[in-house]
């Protein structure tokens, strides 16, 4: 089991820019979903989260400028960034809380899951 991002780059403050993160492999079910990021010098922090109902929470900061969405039936998650700002920029990386199957019929565990990163750079 294994997430892939895509959609990091280079942006002008004010720009926006879309993330999306696939999962792929031997997937029962997946719950929560959510966005990290780490900037140079700082610790990894929770951008975004959304459970598999739909229900969404975000960092302060972002509030009202970023959406995050999941399509279940793709077993994906994206974030969509509006009016980025220079302390955006940062790794960003997706998490997944996944249920898969196992060799044996009927068994799954459970798993939390990092994407590879993805580079976000607002800069003028």
């Known amino acids: 089991v294994q997430l892939q991002a895509s959609g990091g780059g280079l942006v002008q403050p004010g720009e926006s820019l879309s993330l999306s993160c696939a999962a792929s492999g031997e997937i029962h079910s997946i719950n929560g979903m959510a966005w990290y990021r780490q900037a140079p010098g700082n610790e990894r922090e929770l951008v975004a989260s959304?459970?598999?109902?739909?229900?969404?929470n975000y960092a302060d900061s972002v509030q009202g400028r970023f959406t995050i969405s999941r399509d279940n039936a793709w077993d994906t998650v994206s974030l969509q960034m509006n009016r980025l700002k220079p302390e955006d920029t940062a790794v960003y990386y997706c998490?997944?809380?996944?249920?898969?199957?196992?060799?044996?019929?009927?068994?799954?565990?459970?798993?939390?899951?990092w994407g590879q990163g993805t580079q976000v750079t607002v800069s003028s």
């Open positions: 959304i459970t598999n109902d739909g229900s969404t």
């Open positions: 998490n997944a809380d996944i249920r898969y199957k196992t060799m044996i019929p009927g068994f799954t565990r459970r798993i939390n899951v």
